[in-house]
Protein backbone atom coordinates (compact mmCIF):
# COMPACT_ATOMS: atom_id res chain seq x y z
CA UNK A 1 0.00 0.00 0.00
CA UNK A 2 2.88 2.35 0.76
CA UNK A 3 4.46 1.37 -2.40
CA UNK A 4 1.98 2.44 -3.97
CA UNK A 5 1.25 5.63 -2.24
CA UNK A 6 4.99 6.40 -3.03
CA UNK A 7 4.39 5.19 -6.46
CA UNK A 8 1.42 7.39 -7.21
CA UNK A 9 3.19 10.68 -5.07
CA UNK A 10 6.19 10.45 -7.73
CA UNK A 11 4.07 10.08 -10.68
CA UNK A 12 2.67 13.56 -9.38
CA UNK A 13 5.92 14.87 -8.87
CA UNK A 14 6.94 13.45 -12.40
CA UNK A 15 3.62 15.07 -13.73
CA UNK A 16 4.01 18.76 -11.90
CA UNK A 17 7.59 18.60 -13.52
CA UNK A 18 6.69 17.86 -16.83
CA UNK A 19 3.78 20.98 -16.29
CA UNK A 20 6.36 23.67 -15.44
CA UNK A 21 8.78 22.57 -18.35
CA UNK A 22 6.22 23.16 -20.29
CA UNK A 23 5.17 26.39 -19.07
CA UNK A 24 8.25 27.95 -19.91
CA UNK A 25 7.92 26.56 -23.29
CA UNK A 26 4.48 28.21 -23.07
CA UNK A 27 5.99 31.64 -21.92
CA UNK A 28 8.08 31.91 -24.74
CA UNK A 29 5.53 31.07 -27.24
CA UNK A 30 2.90 33.71 -25.82
CA UNK A 31 5.87 35.82 -25.53
CA UNK A 32 5.93 35.77 -29.61
CA UNK A 33 2.34 35.86 -30.22
CA UNK A 34 2.25 38.93 -27.73
CA UNK A 35 4.69 40.63 -30.20
CA UNK A 36 2.62 39.42 -33.60
CA UNK A 37 -0.78 40.60 -31.91
CA UNK A 38 0.19 43.91 -30.51
CA UNK A 39 2.68 45.15 -33.48
CA UNK A 40 -0.04 46.12 -36.28
CA UNK A 41 -4.00 46.89 -35.92
CA UNK A 42 -4.61 45.85 -39.39
CA UNK A 43 -6.89 43.08 -39.28
CA UNK A 44 -6.34 42.05 -42.94
CA UNK A 45 -3.28 40.59 -41.81
CA UNK A 46 -3.77 37.34 -41.38
CA UNK A 47 -1.11 36.90 -38.93
CA UNK A 48 -2.61 39.20 -36.35
CA UNK A 49 -5.66 36.99 -36.95
CA UNK A 50 -3.90 34.10 -36.82
CA UNK A 51 -1.91 35.00 -33.46
CA UNK A 52 -5.11 35.82 -31.33
CA UNK A 53 -6.89 32.65 -32.42
CA UNK A 54 -3.83 30.91 -31.34
CA UNK A 55 -3.12 32.80 -28.25
CA UNK A 56 -6.86 32.13 -27.45
CA UNK A 57 -6.03 28.51 -27.52
CA UNK A 58 -3.13 27.89 -25.42
CA UNK A 59 -4.79 30.49 -22.80
CA UNK A 60 -7.66 28.27 -22.77
CA UNK A 61 -5.74 25.41 -21.47
CA UNK A 62 -3.56 27.65 -19.70
CA UNK A 63 -6.43 28.49 -17.67
CA UNK A 64 -7.63 25.38 -16.65
CA UNK A 65 -4.24 23.11 -16.09
CA UNK A 66 -2.24 25.62 -14.17
CA UNK A 67 -5.34 25.47 -11.12
CA UNK A 68 -5.26 21.76 -11.22
CA UNK A 69 -1.87 21.82 -11.13
CA UNK A 70 -1.84 23.81 -7.52
CA UNK A 71 -1.00 27.72 -9.62
CA UNK A 72 -4.05 29.11 -8.72
CA UNK A 73 -3.13 32.42 -8.91
CA UNK A 74 -1.47 31.98 -12.56
CA UNK A 75 -4.93 29.98 -13.24
CA UNK A 76 -7.07 32.97 -12.02
CA UNK A 77 -5.18 35.18 -13.90
CA UNK A 78 -5.20 33.15 -17.77
CA UNK A 79 -8.81 32.37 -16.73
CA UNK A 80 -9.42 36.38 -16.61
CA UNK A 81 -7.67 36.67 -19.93
CA UNK A 82 -9.18 34.15 -21.83
CA UNK A 83 -12.85 35.53 -21.07
CA UNK A 84 -11.05 39.13 -22.62
CA UNK A 85 -10.02 37.21 -25.28
CA UNK A 86 -13.19 35.27 -26.21
CA UNK A 87 -14.74 38.57 -26.29
CA UNK A 88 -12.60 40.26 -28.36
CA UNK A 89 -12.61 37.16 -31.16
CA UNK A 90 -16.17 37.26 -30.58
CA UNK A 91 -16.90 40.54 -31.18
CA UNK A 92 -14.47 40.58 -34.48
CA UNK A 93 -11.20 42.55 -33.05
CA UNK A 94 -12.89 45.56 -31.99
CA UNK A 95 -12.63 45.91 -28.29
CA UNK A 96 -10.00 47.36 -26.20
CA UNK A 97 -7.01 45.89 -27.37
CA UNK A 98 -4.85 47.93 -24.68
CA UNK A 99 -7.06 46.08 -21.62
CA UNK A 100 -5.58 42.30 -23.39
CA UNK A 101 -2.39 43.72 -23.62
CA UNK A 102 -2.16 44.84 -20.26
CA UNK A 103 -3.82 41.67 -18.89
CA UNK A 104 -1.03 39.23 -21.20
CA UNK A 105 2.13 41.15 -20.03
CA UNK A 106 0.31 40.21 -16.30
CA UNK A 107 0.09 36.92 -17.38
CA UNK A 108 3.29 36.20 -18.63
CA UNK A 109 4.72 37.34 -15.44
CA UNK A 110 2.87 35.18 -13.72
CA UNK A 111 4.12 32.42 -15.60
CA UNK A 112 7.46 33.43 -14.53
CA UNK A 113 6.35 33.46 -11.19
CA UNK A 114 5.00 30.51 -11.11
CA UNK A 115 8.47 28.88 -12.44
CA UNK A 116 10.56 30.74 -9.99
CA UNK A 117 8.47 29.72 -7.33
CA UNK A 118 8.91 26.07 -7.78
CA UNK B 1 -8.25 -14.51 -16.86
CA UNK B 2 -11.48 -12.07 -16.68
CA UNK B 3 -10.46 -8.06 -15.93
CA UNK B 4 -12.59 -6.73 -12.80
CA UNK B 5 -10.93 -3.46 -13.10
CA UNK B 6 -13.91 -1.03 -14.05
CA UNK B 7 -13.00 0.59 -17.33
CA UNK B 8 -12.37 4.32 -17.73
CA UNK B 9 -11.89 6.78 -20.58
CA UNK B 10 -10.50 10.47 -19.82
CA UNK B 11 -11.56 13.02 -21.96
CA UNK B 12 -9.13 16.31 -21.91
CA UNK B 13 -7.40 18.51 -24.20
CA UNK B 14 -4.81 19.27 -22.38
CA UNK B 15 -2.14 16.64 -22.64
CA UNK B 16 -0.65 17.20 -18.59
CA UNK B 17 -3.95 17.26 -17.38
CA UNK B 18 -5.20 14.06 -19.37
CA UNK B 19 -2.25 12.71 -18.15
CA UNK B 20 -2.79 13.24 -14.52
CA UNK B 21 -6.29 12.14 -14.77
CA UNK B 22 -4.71 8.72 -15.95
CA UNK B 23 -2.76 8.35 -13.12
CA UNK B 24 -5.53 9.75 -10.35
CA UNK B 25 -8.04 6.92 -11.93
CA UNK B 26 -5.33 3.95 -11.99
CA UNK B 27 -4.06 5.20 -8.55
CA UNK B 28 -7.58 4.19 -7.43
CA UNK B 29 -8.53 0.91 -9.18
CA UNK B 30 -9.69 2.12 -13.20
CA UNK B 31 -7.87 0.62 -16.39
CA UNK B 32 -7.38 3.19 -18.76
CA UNK B 33 -8.75 1.80 -21.71
CA UNK B 34 -9.15 5.29 -23.92
CA UNK B 35 -7.83 8.75 -24.27
CA UNK B 36 -9.26 11.16 -26.03
CA UNK B 37 -8.29 15.02 -26.43
CA UNK B 38 -11.18 16.10 -28.69
CA UNK B 39 -15.08 15.72 -28.57
CA UNK B 40 -15.29 14.03 -31.76
CA UNK B 41 -13.14 11.58 -30.39
CA UNK B 42 -14.54 11.02 -27.23
CA UNK B 43 -18.00 10.15 -28.76
CA UNK B 44 -16.33 7.14 -31.32
CA UNK B 45 -15.03 5.67 -28.14
CA UNK B 46 -17.93 6.18 -25.98
CA UNK B 47 -19.99 4.47 -27.82
CA UNK B 48 -16.85 1.80 -29.34
CA UNK B 49 -16.23 0.57 -25.71
CA UNK B 50 -18.65 1.97 -23.62
CA UNK B 51 -16.46 2.59 -20.52
CA UNK B 52 -17.46 1.74 -16.44
CA UNK B 53 -16.58 5.97 -16.24
CA UNK B 54 -15.86 8.74 -18.20
CA UNK B 55 -13.99 11.93 -17.06
CA UNK B 56 -14.33 14.79 -19.49
CA UNK B 57 -13.80 18.35 -20.00
CA UNK B 58 -16.38 20.70 -21.52
CA UNK B 59 -14.75 23.42 -23.87
CA UNK B 60 -12.61 20.93 -26.42
CA UNK B 61 -11.88 21.15 -30.18
CA UNK B 62 -14.94 19.76 -32.64
CA UNK B 63 -17.37 19.12 -30.44
CA UNK B 64 -17.75 20.18 -26.92
CA UNK B 65 -18.61 18.07 -24.02
CA UNK B 66 -22.35 18.94 -23.66
CA UNK B 67 -22.42 18.08 -27.64
CA UNK B 68 -21.09 14.74 -26.98
CA UNK B 69 -23.63 14.21 -24.46
CA UNK B 70 -26.50 14.94 -26.54
CA UNK B 71 -25.03 13.10 -29.37
CA UNK B 72 -24.56 9.74 -26.90
CA UNK B 73 -26.93 8.21 -24.92
CA UNK B 74 -24.88 6.49 -22.55
CA UNK B 75 -25.29 7.91 -18.99
CA UNK B 76 -27.14 5.30 -17.70
CA UNK B 77 -24.31 2.96 -18.58
CA UNK B 78 -21.53 5.55 -18.15
CA UNK B 79 -20.35 6.91 -15.05
CA UNK B 80 -19.83 10.55 -16.89
CA UNK B 81 -17.75 13.28 -14.56
CA UNK B 82 -17.30 16.60 -16.42
CA UNK B 83 -14.10 18.50 -15.17
CA UNK B 84 -14.35 21.73 -15.81
CA UNK B 85 -12.70 25.35 -15.20
CA UNK B 86 -15.73 26.99 -15.28
CA UNK B 87 -18.93 26.51 -14.32
CA UNK B 88 -22.23 28.39 -15.29
CA UNK B 89 -25.19 27.24 -14.14
CA UNK B 90 -26.88 27.39 -17.38
CA UNK B 91 -23.90 24.77 -18.69
CA UNK B 92 -24.26 22.23 -14.87
CA UNK B 93 -28.62 22.64 -15.56
CA UNK B 94 -27.93 21.25 -19.09
CA UNK B 95 -25.14 18.39 -18.16
CA UNK B 96 -27.63 17.45 -15.85
CA UNK B 97 -30.67 16.91 -17.73
CA UNK B 98 -28.15 14.88 -19.54
CA UNK B 99 -27.84 12.57 -17.35
CA UNK B 100 -24.01 13.38 -16.37
CA UNK B 101 -23.30 12.29 -12.64
CA UNK B 102 -20.98 14.85 -11.02
CA UNK B 103 -19.08 18.08 -12.08
CA UNK B 104 -15.20 18.73 -10.44
CA UNK B 105 -13.76 21.90 -11.06
CA UNK B 106 -9.91 22.25 -12.29
CA UNK B 107 -8.83 23.48 -9.48
CA UNK B 108 -9.83 21.34 -6.77
CA UNK B 109 -7.17 19.50 -5.07
CA UNK B 110 -5.82 16.40 -6.43
CA UNK B 111 -6.50 14.32 -2.82
CA UNK B 112 -10.17 15.92 -2.73
CA UNK B 113 -10.47 15.08 -6.19
CA UNK B 114 -9.27 10.91 -5.75
CA UNK B 115 -12.13 11.20 -3.19
CA UNK B 116 -15.24 12.93 -5.36
CA UNK B 117 -14.51 10.37 -8.20
CA UNK B 118 -14.37 7.39 -5.99
CA UNK B 119 -17.56 8.88 -3.88
CA UNK B 120 -19.44 9.46 -7.68
CA UNK B 121 -18.34 6.09 -8.94
CA UNK B 122 -19.47 3.98 -6.09
CA UNK B 123 -22.71 6.10 -5.82
CA UNK B 124 -23.61 5.30 -9.42
CA UNK B 125 -22.22 1.40 -9.24
CA UNK B 126 -25.06 1.08 -6.42
CA UNK B 127 -27.64 2.83 -8.59
CA UNK B 128 -26.79 0.37 -11.03
CA UNK B 129 -26.81 -3.04 -9.37
CA UNK B 130 -29.79 -1.90 -7.47
CA UNK B 131 -31.44 -1.72 -10.85
CA UNK B 132 -30.43 -4.70 -12.11
CA UNK B 133 -31.61 -6.77 -9.14
Not at chain 1, 51 to 65: D, N, P, R, T, V
Not at chain 1, 84 to 97: A, E, G, H, P
Amino acid sequence: MLNLQSEFEEKLNTAKTNYLKSLNEKHTLLGILKDLMFKTDDLKDENLVNAFQEAYGYIHKLSGSSAMFGFSELGQTSNKLELLLKDFIKNDYSSDKEVICENFEILLNEIEKAIKKD
Amino acid sequence: MINLKPRALVVEDEEHIKDLLSYILESIGFEITGTADNGQTALELLQSQKPDLAVMDINMPYLSGTEVLKRCDCAKKTCIIMLTALTDEDTVKECLALGVSYFIRKDTPVPKMIELIKKTWENFYNQKTETIS
